[in-house]
């Protein structure tokens, strides 16, 4: 695989490589600080390594204590491959965090065959330098492979400047990896939220994911971008939360609320408004929006506030689509589900009354999608 490396390919003054050297330093930079996509990143610093000590691959490794393995999380030519934590090269340098210059690996018995014979890949030439966490803690390695110069060895000095790789490779790696535990910990929390509101009012079943699922086709489709789409969806689960805060004697009833009954019943918009609204988290934000407004009218008439039109969040207005899809076809304590015609021609109805006409649209020119997912989430044989 030929490799266009810029650097220390001719004979040109120390100082200009110098330049060269900062410059590739300096843009790859750029690029690393603002990646947060843990695979683009390493491959990212893979690339960056690449270039600096013109090797034909570089790949970044990962170890994780609990499991006692390694495993490649990217970089050149590598699926994701796990050996044990104390196998290879990378496995020598983690454990005792020695950087490695390999002239002849398949020479040297700590190799580990397994990533070139998985690839067919042929190993000569190797660097390899453990890195470590903003704690000093070693959480895994770089390696680079198979110098591409005339004397295909790797010097001190390529050492030296991949070092500078490396470095960044633990501090970003680091922060992403921080990063994604805190958003996974939000979506668990709210998905065990979501569940909770849903156990109390015994809508068993799927009744969440699906809510979710409609409301981000929903989103899809009204044009919202996917990353916008997908904080929506994971948030969408909150959305009757409050209804933790009603009492069963309400919630559990089976025929109709009177109105002093309802009139409390209303409050769930508001209780959830208040228990997200404070949070500076984003997909905490999002859940306190659609739980404060996923009642609202498109006409006015909704609750709790009675806002009207484009004033009602957009999330707002689709969670009402989806969520009254959803309620409708259902069995609940107090009515049965309806048949599938008698739900269209009432969002066909209440189209720009109580939903939004673009999204009664939208709604019902894709109803084909919305019934996938409603099949696929049949209620009863999820748990
Ligand atoms: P839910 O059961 O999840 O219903 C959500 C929304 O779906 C309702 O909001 C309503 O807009 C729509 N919906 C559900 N079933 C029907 C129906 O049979 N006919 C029509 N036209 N729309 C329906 P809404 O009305 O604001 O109610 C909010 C929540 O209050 C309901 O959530 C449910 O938990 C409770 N609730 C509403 N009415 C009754 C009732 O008569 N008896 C009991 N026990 N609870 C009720
Ligand atoms: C829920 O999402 O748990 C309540 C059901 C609904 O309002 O459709
Ligand atoms: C839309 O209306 O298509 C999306 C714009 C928004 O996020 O409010
Ligand atoms: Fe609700
Ligand atoms: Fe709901």
């Known amino acids: 695989m030929p490799t266009t490396s810029k650097l220390f390919s001719t004979n040109e003054p120390l100082n200009t490589k110098s330049d060269r050297l900062l410059s590739v330093i300096f843009e790859y930079m750029t690029k690393i600080s603002v990646e947060t996509d843990m695979k683009k990143l390493v491959m990212n610093l893979a690339d960056l ?9 570089c790949s970044v490794w990962l170890h994780e204590p609990n499991e006692k393995t390694l495993w490649t999380v990217g970089g050149h030519g ?44 042929q190993t000569t030439s190797v660097l390899c330098i453990p890195f470590r966490n903003a704690d000093g803690e070693i959480i ?3 390696q680079a492979i198979n110098k591409l110069t005339e004397t295909k060895a790797f010097t001190n000095r390529d050492l030296d ?33 979501g569940e909770i509101g849903e156990s109390r009012s015994q809508e068993t079943g799927f009744h969440v994911k699906r809510v979710a699922k409609y409301s981000y086709l929903l989103a899809c489709l009204a044009g919202i971008p996917d990353h916008e789409a997908l904080k929506f969806k994971y948030a969408s689960p909150m959305h009757d939360i409050g209804k933790v805060a009603i009492p069963d004697s309400i919630l559990l009833k089976p025929g109709k609320l009177t109105e002093e009954e309802f009139s409390l019943m209303k409050q769930h918009t508001t209780i959830g408004h208040n228990v997200f609204k404070n949070s500076k988290r984003e997909l905490l934000q999002i859940a306190a ?4 407004e996923h009642h609202e009218r498109y006409d006015g008439n909704g609750y709790p506030a009675g806002k009207k039109g484009e004033d009602i969040h ?47 649209d939208l709604f019902l020119e894709n109803l084909d999608r919305f019934i996938e997912i409603r099949d696929e989430f049949v209620d009863g044989c999820d748990r």
């Open 49 to 57: 390594g690449r270039e600096l000590v013109s090797a034909d691959r």
């Open 78 to 121: 590598v699926k994701t491959i796990t050996i044990p934590e104390d196998s290879g090269f990378v496995g020598h340098s983690i454990q005792t965090g020695e950087e490695l210059i390999i002239e002849d690996a398949y020479a040297d018995s700590r190799f580990n065959w397994t990533v070139d014979e998985e690839t067919g890949y």
């Open 140 to 142: 895994g390695a770089y």
């Open 161 to 193: 400047v991949l070092k500078i790789a490396s470095n960044f490779t633990g501090k970003s790696l680091e922060a992403i990896i921080l990063r994604n535990e805190l958003v996974e910990t939000q979506k668990e929390i709210i998905v065990t939220m």
């Open 289 to 292: 929006i659609i739980a404060n």
């Open 314 to 360: 957009l999330y707002g207005r689709i969670t009402a689509v989806a969520d009254v899809f959803d309620a409708l076809g259902s069995d609940r304590v107090y009515k049965k589900a309806w048949p599938l015609e008698k739900i269209t021609a009432y969002m066909k109805e209440e189209r720009g009354k109580q939903f939004d006409p673009g999204l009664v």
